[in-house]
Structure formats: structure tokens, C-alpha cells
């Protein structure tokens, strides 16, 4: 049970449902080797999602999806209590002891009414079973004229968006940028940004995240017979046994008006 004070924080009605991606042998492998992909812990990165932030100082912070706690970290030095939720008690193992971890469905947020004045949420959204179901939760949680700090890699174009799915391999869905800021509807977006990481390594992302050799095989084959107009929006480059490609990543501040 989480405390402030002697104040429970901590909704009343606490659920143990589970979303579709709560699987612990992908997230146990993921959690060792989380780090040490590329984009995981580029500064020029966070450095431009934390550029969004109108103030220096929060009174109350929730990162939503927390993993190994980069985001999380960068913003202890403005607020006075943090929060993480992560579906995966591994991915948190190590989280820096000024977080407080909680380990929960990003779904069914633990917490009462109007907690925090910033929710922050990177590279979570392709996870989601309901989005929907998310923002309505981070809503809920917000005060009034609190802020929704967001990030996530997106396809250059919408028109590639059914090939960008096929060439990760995960069976999931990287929304667009147009479904993205549909989410956002009950949301005053103040700020939108268009982030690019420039030649990111393809085998340093299959190393680090598919745990199975045939599947990294047949990942990497796909990037190379990937479509002419794929290979020119994010600047395909083969280099010694490798792939290189620009990453792009929709981030959006955004205030609770409700």
C-alpha cells in the first residue's frame, strides 16, 4: 500500500486484470538487456522529450510503463515524489530507490482520483490492449490542468504503416500519427514534436529484444526486401552485416482541461 503522508494514494478498487502483452518470459528477457538498446538511453532523445515540459517542478509524477526507469530517473530532480508502474516486476528490479514501483496494468491505474500534476508515458502505447481504455485512466488520475508527457516511435507516413508492422515482427500494431492524436481528444495538446534517431542499428535492436535466432534471421531478411518507399523515408544503409535506419518518434505534452 502506497502512502504520502499517512494518505492513501492507492484506489480503492484495485483490479488484477491482466493485458494481453503481461507475459513474464518476454518481459524476464527483456529486463536483462532492456539498457542496452540503443535508443533506450540516448540523450538527445530525452533531452528533447523533457524540452516539452513547461515548468522546472512538479509536486506529484507517474510514469506509466516504467521499465528500468530512464525516464523516471531524468525527472526526480523536479518533483517531490515519483511514482512507476510496470507490468513487469523484473523490468523494475533495479529502479533507483527515490521511485516509488508498483507493479500494475496500465489499464486499471492503482490510484485514486486527481493524484498527480504530470503522467509521463514513452514507447508504451504498442503494448496497450484498449488505448482507449489508458488515456481514460491517465485522465482520471490527473488534476485538473495537469500535464500528459508522450512519446512513441511511429512510421515516417501512414501509408506504410501495414509494412512498418510486418518488418518489427511482433504481431502488434505501431499506431500512426494521425491514430495518435485522435487518443488526445479529450486533451488540450499544447506541444508537438517530430523526433528522429538518426542510424539506428538494426541488429543492435534484435539483439537486445527478440530472444530466438530463426526469428532475428528472419527480421533482418525482411528489412532487406522492405519496400523502396520504406528504405527511402528512414534512410536504409547496409554496413558490415548490419542494417541502419532513422527511427521517428511522435512526442506531445498535453494538459487535463476536465
Request: net charge positive; with cysteine; hydrophobic share 40%.
Amino acid at each position: 500500500m502506497v502512502t504520502e503522508k499517512g494518505v492513501n494514494l492507492l484506489h480503492k478498487n484495485e483490479n488484477d486484470r491482466k493485458c494481453l502483452i503481461n507475459s513474464k518470459d518476454y518481459w524476464s528477457f527483456r529486463s536483462k538487456y532492456y539498457d542496452k538498446t540503443n535508443w533506450v538511453r540516448d540523450l538527445s532523445f530525452l533531452n528533447s522529450l523533457l524540452s516539452l515540459l513547461p515548468h522546472n517542478s512538479y509536486k506529484s509524477v507517474l510514469d506509466v510503463g516504467v521499465g528500468t526507469g530512464v525516464v523516471a530517473e531524468a525527472l526526480i530532480s523536479k518533483s517531490r515524489r515519483i511514482f512507476g508502474i510496470d507490468i513487469s516486476e523484473e523490468m523494475m528490479k533495479n529502479l533507483d530507490k527515490r521511485i516509488s514501483k508498483i507493479v500494475a496494468d496500465a489499464h486499471f491505474l492503482p490510484f485514486k482520483e486527481n493524484i498527480f500534476d504530470l503522467i509521463v508515458m514513452r514507447n508504451v502505447l504498442h503494448y496497450l490492449n484498449d488505448p482507449k481504455a489508458v488515456f481514460a485512466e491517465i485522465k482520471r488520475c490527473l488534476f485538473r490542468g495537469g500535464g500528459f508527457l508522450f512519446a512513441m516511435v511511429i512510421p515516417f507516413e501512414d501509408e506504410i504503416s501495414e509494412e512498418y508492422d510486418w518488418l518489427i515482427g511482433r504481431d502488434i500494431h505501431y499506431p500512426t500519427k494521425s491514430e495518435i492524436l485522435l487518443l488526445f481528444k479529450s486533451f488540450k495538446i499544447l506541444r508537438v514534436k517530430e523526433f528522429i534517431l538518426k542510424s539506428q542499428s538494426i541488429m543492435n535492436w534484435l539483439n537486445n529484444t527478440v530472444n530466438n535466432e530463426d526469428k532475428k534471421k528472419e527480421i533482418f531478411q525482411r528489412h532487406l526486401n522492405a519496400s523502396d518507399l520504406y528504405k527511402r523515408l528512414v534512410s536504409f544503409v547496409t554496413k558490415d552485416g548490419d542494417i541502419f535506419v532513422d527511427i521517428k518518434h511522435l512526442m506531445i505534452f498535453a494538459q487535463n482541461e476536465v
